[in-house]
């Protein structure tokens, strides 16, 4: 059967003497601050329609403004590593060759391109994880009890460097090759989960798969994360920025919770292009308007900016310019800034 690679074996302890070796690269770079890759990445080709290549440029911004924010490394890839495993399935191989290629990495982070994070400053709750190697947004009834593909999402996830996550790629990956396989597994998904139409094997659906059907195995060290928006659907946020802004500037919270969602994620909108959009393009555009700018204001304020709103490009000055530039003490603004939650 098809594998994505040479089998690895022993690897937690082959990681862990690299990393002994290796003192400069930490794979924790402070206490309880796991060194984060997040990973994302888009079709070799250029889009199938004009205004997408500047759309995904844009999404890249946002990755690298909040990559930047928490002292992430981030990665794009434009390439199929493995032609066997095209589409969406290409982030198995990207991660595999990632996670062998940088044993420093402790967790890597995969974003598909239409992912916008919109609370800037919000990060994971590395903590809560510790005990875990896989975290995916979703909810145990509807995986485990309803079997619904719809449970988890597969376009923002949290994979540890370990064994454990190597051998979850390999199962996983195993349903994936392109051609009679994917489509034969399409056909093996859509009886076992409940609310799956026909079409050949996604690698989200193939992942409920493997939960259900082998929770054993891989259950136990997944965390099905609901209590805040690792992946947010874009519908249901798209047209609340400006009430979500105004209600958290009334009540600012004591931070550490999220503010607003995360995660704006833009499923089926297919912002590059593509035959299987399921929402129409003009209104998919809009909220990715809408998302980017919501997020870019959260970094033009740093610096004095902000959009003069959020359905348009323009921008306007917020604070004088002083010549004393130093002086102000914005307490919000230094979080961003300077966070104190960023190691050295
Ligand atoms: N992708 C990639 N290379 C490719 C095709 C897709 O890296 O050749 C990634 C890209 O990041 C894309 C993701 O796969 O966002 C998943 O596809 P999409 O977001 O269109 O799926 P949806 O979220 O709508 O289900
Ligand atoms: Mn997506």
Known sequence: PYTLGAAVSDYDARRARWLHDNPRFPAFVAPGRPRVLVVTGSSPRRCGNADGDHVLLRAFKNKVDYCRVHGFDVFYSNAVLDAELSGFWTKLPILR?????????????????????????????????AGHNLV????????YAAKSWLGINAGSFIIRNCQWSLDLLDAWARMGPRGPVRYEYGKVLGKALSDRPSYEA??????????????????????????????GFWLAIVDRYEDMRRDATATPGGGGGERWPLVTH??????????????EASRCRRGMERALNFADDQILRLYGFEHESLNTTAVRRVRNDTGGPLDADDVEIGRLLHPTFRAA
């Open 202 to 231: 996604d690698d989200q659906s193939a992942l409920v798969y493997l939960l259900v059907t082998e929770r054993g195995r891989w259950g136990d060290k997944t965390f099905l994360e609901g209590s805040y928006s690792l992946h």
């Open 266 to 279: 833009f499923v089926g909108c297919k912002p590059c292009g593509g035959q299987y959009a399921s929402y």
């Open 97 to 129: 060759a990632l996670m062998l290629a940088h044993p420093e990495t402790e967790l890597l982070w995969w974003v598909d391109s239409d992912v916008v994070f919109t609370d800037m400053l919000f990060e994971p709750p590395w903590g809560k994880y």
């Open 136 to 143: 995916v947004p979703g909810w145990d009834d509807k995986v």
